[in-house]
Each structure stands twice: as structure tokens, then as C-alpha cells.
């Protein structure tokens, strides 16, 4: 039973009513003939108001909008074809053009998450191909490519593809031998997988501040945090910001220390003009599905070290012999990614530079809209280009920020508060002194949705009904 048939003729204060009858919010135009003639959905009659009609205004057939229908009986695979973005609601009809009942579907919820892939290149393609080729498992031809191309990409020799971007940071420690009695310097600001990772070889983590300019480890507390059992740094790439590399190199190379940049964040980034990945001993990489390229998940290691490239390789397959199957030098990992995902990572990397540049253009739009509201964007350091990982911004207080969140969250829009710092966290306390930035920057930090074709109308019209 439809409660929102009207005749042509009607005035728009009684469509209106009819339309609020309606849960999928559509009113249909019933021609003299009780045939359907046309349909109007609510966006509709907000944009008539708009033009200027009236509410005792006669609703005419030059009002109505187009409408795609169907026949009674047609098969939900066909119905299915006649929605798209535009077209959610589609009359069926019976022989003789009467309106018998409605099919309704909604592409996507209302609900707008903070991060969404792009997945509209080759990936469907090279997984479908995958498949087909049998090679579903970690050796196939997509890893190989994947690898390669990714660390071509990154100006870099070797990429080791493993399955995710926490065991990669595991591995390259491993392959190092850091372990028990070694410390690795880790930023308070940074996901957990990075501190996670050196506790899981056993190291001893060291967490140090960050700089309020540019969110990223601060090389004067790492300094300051280097001991004679000191053996690796892991600056980490935040939102997409390179780290200052030159610095941290530098006291690496005074302490014959280790850095392995932790650039989960941060594909494409570049310092003084080199691409993350290639800045530091060995760098690894995310391929989640919020990250700037995904494969659901993955991760990689890059290096330019071909002895580190070969430790990593036997050690992410078990430690196995490469000469003698069946036969293990080290205790070893299955951290292999499998040649689905890289089918996935290649297509992504085919387009990483259109991805950029949305992301890019998004955080323009949100400045602009954002324009006479009380928030400081992330900044780009000197002789950096940054990769727009979640688009982040601060806010004067921490009570503005929850504030906000909570007002987008009511309009289902999922906002993000920044990580909390690693010293917050009762596990990890024993590695940390306190860290004056990290706990400044965590609670006014919110990430906006960074996902392609953003309605940015919608957006603005909900953050100007923020009180
Ligand atoms: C996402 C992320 C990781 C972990 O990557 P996964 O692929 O999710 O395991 C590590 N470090 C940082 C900084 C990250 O943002």
C-alpha cells in the first residue's frame, strides 16, 4: 500500500504531506487516467521551493521529474541495473502503466566513514585474473611486480612484500638481529603498530617527543635518548609528513645506528626531493584498507641493502634454505603477502598519482570550507612534499574537537580524534618519559573524511549548523 499518490494538480502543500507519508520520502503523479505520469522525491521539491514555487502553488507535469520504471515481475537483476547514484527509487508498473509497487534501494548507507579506497582502476581486473590463473597464494606473477614496481616508485632497489605494515616494521628488525638488550627509538605520536613491533623482538622501545610544527619525531630528544645500547631509530612519516630525515641520519651515522622510516602514512612523500622510503637504511609501507594505497592488507619493506633484501626474504618465508627445501637456517616467519593482494596493489600503484592529487584537492576544498572557523590545518614542512594520508587539522581545544566530532557522528559522518600518545597508555609506560607535544597535539587533532567524490555541500551545511 502506497501513501503518496497524487493527481497532477495538486498543491504542493498537500504533495507535501503526502511525501511525509512515505518512509522513502517520494511522492507519484497519477495522470486523469490513473496512470503514472511522474514522481517527485524530496530533493526534488527542495530544489522546486528553491526556484520558487509555493506551497499553494498546483503541482503541473513540466514540475515532475524524469523516472525510470519497471514492469511487474521484472527480476531484481535487472532492478538492480536501474540504480545508480541518481536513481534510487524505481516504479513498477503494471501493463497498463498503473504504479503497483516501488523498489527502493540505497547504494551505500548515509554513513560517511573517514576513509574509503578508490578501487575503480585494474583491481577487479588483475584479482579476477589471479583467480583465474590459479596462482592465489604468495608466489605469483603480481607479487613480483608489485615489489618491483613499488620500489621504483620509491627510488629504492628491493621491496619485500609482506602481510601487513606491522610485521614489515617486525621483519626489518629481525633481519637486523635487534632483540633482546637493544633500544629503538620510537615517536610518542605515532599508531601503535610501530612501538608494538619493537617490543614483539624483544627490544627495549624508547619513546621521545615530537615537533609541534610538523607532528614528527623531534632529532634533539633523540639525541638525547641515544644510549651505548641504542641500535635503531624509527622515525615515523605522521599524516603523511616526512620526517626530518638529514638530522636523523646524521646522528645515526655519529652512533652507527639503524633507521628504518616507518612510512605506513606516507607513499609518495618526498624529501629534499627523494621520494619516503629510500631516506632511511630500509623503510616500510601499509597497504590497509584507509592507507593512501591499499590491497586490504599488505605491507612492503624498501631497501636499497641487498644482504638485508635477502634476510628479509628467507626470514618472511619460514627462515627456510633457498638452496635446500625443507631446510631452516633461522627461525623463521610466514609473513608473505599473497599474489590477490598484490593484484590489487599493482592496479592501486598504476593510479597512486590520481589518488594524490583527489586527496590533495579534497583538503583544499575542506580548507576553504573550513575558512572563518578556528582550526590550523597540517602544515608542510620546508623541502617537503607531503602525501595527504587522513586530511588533520587542530583545533583550539580539546572540548571544540570532541565537540565537533560528536556534531559530525550525529549526521553520520565518522570524524577522527588523533592517536592517543604511546606514554598515555599504561603498557607502554615504562618505555616513556613525558612528552609535552605528543599530549598537546593527541587531544585537539581530528582527521576529516578523506574519501573521493566527498559532497562538500553536505559537509559545509552540517559544519555550519555546528554550535
Ligand atoms: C597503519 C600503520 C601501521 C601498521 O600497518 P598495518 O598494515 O595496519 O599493520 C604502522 N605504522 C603506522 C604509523 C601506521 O599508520
Known sequence: MIDS???????????????????????????????????????????????????????TAAHLGDFVSAREGEDIENLLKKINKLIRI?????????????????????????AEPSLKGNELKY???????????????????FEAEFAEYCGVEYGVAVSNGTVAIQLALKAKEIGPGDEVIVPDF????????????????????????????DPAAVAKAI?????????????????????????????????????????????????????????????????????????????????????MRVLRDHGMSKEKRYWHDHVGFNFRMTN?????????????????????????AYKKVFS????????????????????????????KRDSLIQHFRNHNVDLRPFFYPLSDMPIYQEYASHSEVASEISMVGVSLPTVEGMDMEEFKSILDSWK
Open 5 to 59: 499518490i497524487v493527481k497532477i494538480g495538486t498543491p504542493m502543500r498537500d504533495v507535501l504531506e503526502a511525501i511525509g507519508h512515505e518512509p522513502a520520502g517520494i511522492a507519484f503523479f497519477n495522470s486523469e487516467d490513473d496512470v503514472l505520469a511522474g514522481i517527485l522525491t524530496d530533493g526534488d521539491v527542495r530544489r522546486l521551493f528553491l526556484k520558487g514555487i509555493q506551497l499553494d502553488d498546483k503541482v
Open 90 to 114: 524505481v516504479p513498477i508498473l503494471n501493463d497498463e502503466g498503473q504504479l503497483v509497487d516501488y523498489f527502493r534501494y540505497e547504494h551505500k548507507t548515509k554513513f560517511i566513514p573517514v
Open 127 to 145: 584479482v579476477t585474473d589471479a583467480v583465474l590463473s590459479t596462482w592465489i597464494s604468495s608466489r605469483g606473477e603480481y607479487i613480483n611486480r
Open 190 to 217: 605515532t599508531f601503535a603498530a610501530t612501538i608494538n613491533s619493537v617490543i614483539h623482538c624483544g627490544a627495549t622501545p624508547v619513546i621521545v617527543d615530537v615537533l609541534k610544527e610538523t607532528w614528527c619525531m
Open 227 to 311: 644510549t651505548p645500547n641504542t641500535k635503531a631509530i624509527i622515525p615515523v612519516h605522521i599524516y603523511g609528513q616526512a620526517c626530518d630525515m638529514e638530522a636523523i641520519m646524521e646522528l645515526a651515522s655519529a652512533n652507527d645506528l639503524f633507521v628504518l622510516e616507518d612510512a605506513a602514512e606516507a607513499h609518495g612523500a618526498r624529501y629534499n626531493g627523494k621520494r619516503v622510503g629510500g631516506l632511511g637504511h630500509a623503510a616500510t609501507f601499509s597497504f590497509f584498507g584507509n592507507k593512501i594505497i591499499t590491497c586490504g592488507e599488505g605491507g612492503m619493506v624498501t631497501t636499497n641493502d641487498a644482504a638485508l633484501n635477502d634476510r
Open 340 to 364: 590477490l593482494q598484490a593484484a590489487i596493489g599493482c592496479a592501486q600503484l598504476e593510479k597512486i598519482e590520481d589518488i594524490r592529487k583527489w586527496r590533495s584537492e579534497l583538503e583544499e
Open 372 to 399: 572563518g572557523y578556528d582550526i590550523k590545518f597540517q602544515s608542510t614542512a620546508a623541502n617537503t612534499e607531503r602525501a595527504i594520508w587522513l586530511i588533520s587539522a587542530l583545533m583550539p581545544s580539546a572540548e
